[in-house]
């Protein structure tokens, strides 16, 4: 027997009809309660009816709007609650007033170094672990079972590199010598983990 999480980045997010905001809030607030998009909404409710997705046990979530959004299709189908756990949420890229602040090679830097980050930012390594633990914390209640975590990209992105993934910035993902993706992870790009009984992961696919 094994344990199957799916790791599922969120559905389109709302930005392109995004005007003018006036308020107090800050990057990260306004990052973190942005909801799905008109097409994010439909997406998410289309693939959510995969026969991959049926009894599922737990569906847990980041929780940004966005990932919330998402979910909410997979909890819905398998007449399920959605389980919230905010070391599920987004990398912490620390800036307060605009992504202008970021520098161009943020991205590429902190993919390879994983102690690089900005002031008030979380680093690769950090993001790592608290994603790694929830998922540890997940298998371990949910034994033999399906389970899936709806999650940003660049976090399942740096969970993958913790559990050995070998990955190439927009480039190949391979586990144990075998590629099982390429390029850049588009909304809904679905990762299917295989657990045995000591948490440890023995495959990975990817699930379109």
């Known amino acids: 027997m094994s344990t199957i999480v799916y790791l599922v980045r969120h ?4 930005k392109e009809h995004l005007g003018i905001v006036n308020g107090d809030s800050n990057v990260l607030i306004d990052n973190m309660r942005r909801p799905l998009s008109v097409d994010g909404e439909k997406m998410a409710k289309e693939f959510s009816t ?5 009894n599922i046990n737990e569906v847990w979530s980041s929780g940004y709007s966005r ?3 998402t979910s909410k299709y997979f909890a819905y189908n398998n007449n399920l609650k959605v389980n919230i756990d905010d070391r599920l949420n987004e990398r912490l890229h620390g800036v307060i007033n605009s992504y202008n602040e ?3 090679d943020y ?6 170094d994983e102690n690089y980050k900005l002031p008030n930012g979380e680093n690769q390594k950090e993001v790592g672990y608290r994603i790694y633990n929830a998922l540890i914390d997940i298998i371990s209640n949910n034994k033999n079972k399906k389970v899936i975590i709806v999650s940003h990209c660049t976090s399942i992105i740096f969970l993958l590199k913790k559990l050995g993934c070998n990955i190439i910035l927009n480039g190949n993902y391979s586990f144990n010598g075998n590629v099982f993706f390429n390029g850049i992870p588009d909304y809904l790009e679905t990762f299917k983990l295989e ?5 440890e992961l023995v495959n990975i696919e990817n699930i379109r």
């Open 102 to 104: 970021v520098p161009d």
């Open 11 to 14: 559905s389109k997010p709302f």
């Open 67 to 69: 990932c919330l959004g």
């Open 50 to 54: 995969n026969y991959e997705f049926d």
């Open 107 to 112: 991205e590429e830097h902190q993919h390879y």
């Open 195 to 199: 657990f045995d009984d000591n948490n």
